[in-house]
């Protein structure tokens, strides 16, 4: 069954430092890759989306996300976070094979100390 | 507004009562998506339509779950005779692609938590 794998559940960090956070995606031929984030008290809203070409991709408010085809994975970045940043973190995957079925990792949650 | 609505917002149920949630896409999106999502988890596929066939409906978890798009613009999710593992947020979500290679943006409801008793 296609599944996405984020594997951080609870991310701590000071103001400033950098952000990684992994999603892997099983096999299942051409994908398109979402990472969507969650606000306290609002819906989710797309962050960035990658469906062809340069393999990273620029988001708002500074995030990124590296597609490595070979390791199936769309890692989410950012070089120095700010406290706004404290959010959820769904990835999201829609194979080709699959039509418009997208499915979400379980999320990432991001807490920023001030 | 422009956005998605969802309605209820907050829906309380005693269990073996149906239930139906509505949700309302933004004005000309092709595409309509529920999901379900529990505590500490990413929202979970149920079914999708595009205009009004409904393209997916492999999430449902059984066939209490039901979904429809009669016209192509508003949807209803209807779960009948409830169970207390059906509590959770259900979040509704529309895209102005019809999905395949195109599958994009979603723009997401606030949701409408079901607890059921």
């Known amino acids: 069954a296609q599944s996405v794998s984020q594997h951080n559940h609870h991310v701590i960090l000071s103001e400033a430092a950098s952000l990684e956070l992994g999603c892997n995606y099983s096999y299942g031929g051409t994908v398109n890759l979402f990472w969507y984030v969650q606000y306290p008290g609002q819906h989710l809203q797309l962050l960035l989306k990658?469906?062809?070409?340069?393999?990273l991709v620029k988001g708002i408010k500074g995030f990124e996300a590296e597609f490595i085809k070979s390791k199936f994975s769309f890692n989410l970045r950012k070089p120095s976070v700010q406290w706004s940043d404290t959010a959820e973190y769904f990835c999201a995957v829609t194979w080709y094979s699959s039509a418009s079925k997208i499915i979400f990792g379980s999320g990432t949650r991001l807490s920023i100390r001030p | 507004g422009a956005g998605v609505s969802q309605s209820p917002r907050y829906k309380v149920t005693k269990r073996g009562q149906d239930v139906a949630l509505r949700c309302d896409p933004i004005s000309g999106h092709v595409s309509l998506y529920w999901y379900r999502q529990a505590l500490g988890q990413g929202p979970e596929f149920l079914t999708y339509?595009?205009?009004?066939?409904?393209?997916?409906k492999s999430g449902l978890p059984n066939d209490r779950f039901s979904a429809e798009r009669p016209e192509g613009s508003i949807s209803t999710l209807t779960i009948q005779r409830t169970e207390q593992r059906d509590s959770a947020m259900y979040r509704c979500?529309?895209?102005?692609?019809?999905?395949?290679?195109?599958?994009?943006?979603?723009?997401f409801g606030e949701g409408s938590r079901l607890t059921v008793l």
């Open positions: 979500a529309s895209s102005p692609t019809s999905g395949g290679a195109d599958t994009g943006e979603l723009f």
């Open positions: 990658y469906f062809s070409g340069d393999p």
């Open positions: 339509f595009n205009y009004e066939a409904q393209q997916d």
